[in-house]
């Protein structure tokens, strides 16, 4: 059977959320920051949608978005002077935007909930964690931030949310539906990254003390 919700909508053109991610936001504009005293008072989600490309032409009205975002819950709220919060959302659930139910003074859309599965045996689970693991290690600094005791949909999402790429390549990792499915187009794009690391590092000893002196 079908899940659906009706929840807020903050579109951005450069955020892709994901589920059982945290995610700092600082909101401003007056619209949003109703709807941040609103969600406070009827518990309702908001979920995070990418701007579709020209946005810019409609954005204080309401440009299109990608259908497939993500609904989260108001984890953290701090009021600032006029009006505007820092907020934390905590990524819940991946969500269809079906229709619109309230456009102004900002966007509320009917969602379906999309379940997410898990469809490899747990040795492959297994495997497949140890080389994400693996390949962070080798690209972020601080790879501390992901806690290899947490699950491996956690791990996955985490890796897709810290990871610095693209965010139609985001948006292709978060239509996933199956984990595993996700975590194997993830793992392509951090062994690019490494060997495009790698290659850098190589000829890296030929690169001049000072670059103006050939």
Same mark, same amino acid.
Request: a negative charge; proline letters at 7%.
């Given at each position: 059977?079908?899940?659906?919700?009706?929840?807020?909508? +903050?579109?951005? *053109? %450069?955020?892709?959320?994901?589920?059982?991610?945290? @995610?700092? /936001?600082?909101?401003? =504009?007056?619209?949003?920051?109703?709807?941040? !005293? =609103?969600?406070?008072?009827?518990?309702?989600?908001?979920?995070?949608? @990418? @701007? &579709?490309?020209?946005?810019?032409?409609?954005?204080?009205?309401?440009?299109?978005?990608?259908?497939?975002?993500?609904?989260?819950? #108001?984890?953290?709220?701090?009021? #600032?002077?006029?009006? !505007?919060? %820092?907020?934390?959302?905590?990524?819940?659930?991946?969500? &269809?935007?079906?229709?619109?139910?309230?456009?102004?003074?900002?966007?509320?859309? !009917?969602?379906?909930?999309?379940? =997410?599965?898990?469809?490899?045996?747990?040795?492959?689970? !297994?495997?497949?964690?140890?080389? #994400? #693991?693996?390949?962070?290690?080798?690209?972020?600094?601080?790879?501390?931030?992901?806690?290899?005791?947490?699950?491996?949909?956690?791990?996955?999402?985490?890796?897709?949310?810290?990871?610095? @790429?693209?965010?139609? /390549?985001?948006?292709?990792?978060?239509?996933?539906?199956?984990?595993?499915?996700?975590? &194997?187009?993830?793992?392509?794009?951090? &062994?690019?990254?490494?060997?495009?690391?790698?290659?850098?590092?190589? +000829?890296?000893?030929?690169? *001049?003390?000072?670059?103006?002196? %050939?």
């Amino acid at each position: 059977m079908t899940q659906e919700d009706i929840i807020s909508v +903050f579109p951005l *053109p %450069n955020v892709v959320f994901f589920p059982q991610t945290n @995610l700092p /936001l600082h909101i401003f =504009e007056p619209r949003y920051s109703q709807m941040i !005293r =609103e969600t406070q008072e009827n518990h309702q989600l908001i979920g995070m949608f @990418l @701007l &579709r490309p020209g946005w810019q032409d409609d954005y204080y009205g309401n440009p299109p978005i990608y259908s497939v975002g993500c609904a989260g819950e #108001l984890a953290y709220v701090e009021s #600032l002077a006029d009006q !505007r919060y %820092n907020i934390v959302l905590r990524g819940l659930y991946r969500a &269809r935007a079906l229709e619109t139910v309230q456009e102004y003074p900002y966007r509320k859309v !009917r969602v379906q909930i999309l379940p =997410e599965t898990l469809s490899e045996s747990p040795k492959l689970i !297994r495997q497949m964690q140890m080389s #994400l #693991l693996a390949d962070v290690a080798k690209l972020m600094s601080d790879p501390e931030n992901i806690d290899p005791s947490l699950e491996f949909s956690q791990i996955v999402n985490s890796i897709a949310s810290s990871l610095d @790429l693209d965010v139609d /390549l985001k948006m292709e990792l978060l239509q996933k539906d199956d984990i595993f499915v996700r975590a &194997r187009l993830l793992q392509k794009l951090l &062994r690019k990254r490494v060997s495009m690391n790698e290659w850098a590092q190589k +000829f890296s000893p030929l690169r *001049p003390d000072d670059p103006t002196v %050939n």
